[in-house]
């Protein structure tokens, strides 16, 4: 499978079952069924702003994600994403780390601080550094390049569904609050608390915590916690998990989540 998928054709667009009209180089594109008519399909209204300064992988983005059935908007340097995102109000961005203007990082950091959006941040580097920065400044997930387009879309999906998940937990909140030592989760409320300090968790760091709090001292594997937190059967994305419980320790402390190499992850509770 290519990394990316190239600018799309006219005669290409059309087998694609996409119609539209060009606009500055780009196709703006409605997705039609078999029958002419537009289909609902899982992303239908829900927006999603891809922050690119590529052409080529710009577009490819958004002709996937438009053929999910997302709003797409797109932007090319810091400020215009900020812009955007301020007056567009995104469900959720696809984050590029290198960007004209001020990179990703700061685009994650203004656009949190405004209002909270998962963001999938997107790295030309495999350096754990930079995705433990993204995590840091409220990245929800990221992704090396080069990429399937069909793992960027399946990604998209998991995080949105995550946002309705934490959304409806808040409405129907489970009693009680989850006490490990000096750990404190509150479910009702996506809170969690180390000797009484407020900790601030992203939804997927908060997920991934309850995860292994449900089974305490037990090890799940990076599988397991990927299909429970992520909604992601494919082997490949472990190092994602491997990168987000790197970044939970620095927040709750290293020696409450234990590693078993070559298994995986448990979260450790004091002695009875």
Request: with cysteine; glycine share 8%.
């Amino acid at each position: 499978m290519l990394a990316y998928q190239t600018r799309l054709s006219d005669d290409q667009a059309r087998a694609a079952g996409f119609t539209g009209r060009r606009r500055g180089g780009r196709m703006e594109q409605t997705h039609n069924g078999h029958n002419g008519t537009a289909t609902t399909t899982p992303g239908a209204q829900r927006r999603v702003l891809v922050v690119e300064d590529d052409p080529t992988i710009v577009d490819a983005i958004a002709a996937r994600l438009r053929a999910e059935g997302f709003q797409v908007q797109t932007a090319g340097d810091g400020p215009a994403a900020v812009d955007t995102a301020e007056a567009w109000q995104p469900d959720l961005l696809v984050l590029d780390v290198m960007l004209p203007g001020f990179d990703g990082l700061e685009v994650c950091r203004r656009v949190q601080a405004r209002r909270p959006v998962p963001v999938l941040m997107l790295t030309a580097r495999d350096d754990e550094t930079d995705m433990l920065v993204g995590l840091g400044v409220g990245a929800d997930d990221y992704m090396t390049k080069p990429f399937s387009m069909r793992e960027l879309a399946a990604r998209v999906h998991v995080l949105l569904r995550r946002v309705e998940r934490a959304a409806l937990a808040a409405h129907t909140p489970r009693s009680g609050i989850l006490r490990l030592g000096e750990l404190e989760i509150d479910h009702a409320q996506r809170r969690v608390r180390v000797r009484g300090s407020d900790v601030h968790l992203t939804p997927t760091e908060f997920d991934l915590l309850v995860c292994l709090a449900n089974t305490p001292r037990a090890v799940l594997s990076r599988e397991q916690l990927l299909a429970e937190v992520w909604d992601w059967a494919d082997a490949s994305g472990t190092r994602t998990v491997d990168s987000h419980i790197k970044a939970l320790r620095r927040k709750i402390g290293a020696e409450r989540i234990r590693t078993v190499h070559g298994v995986g992850y448990a979260l450790e509770t004091p002695a009875a």
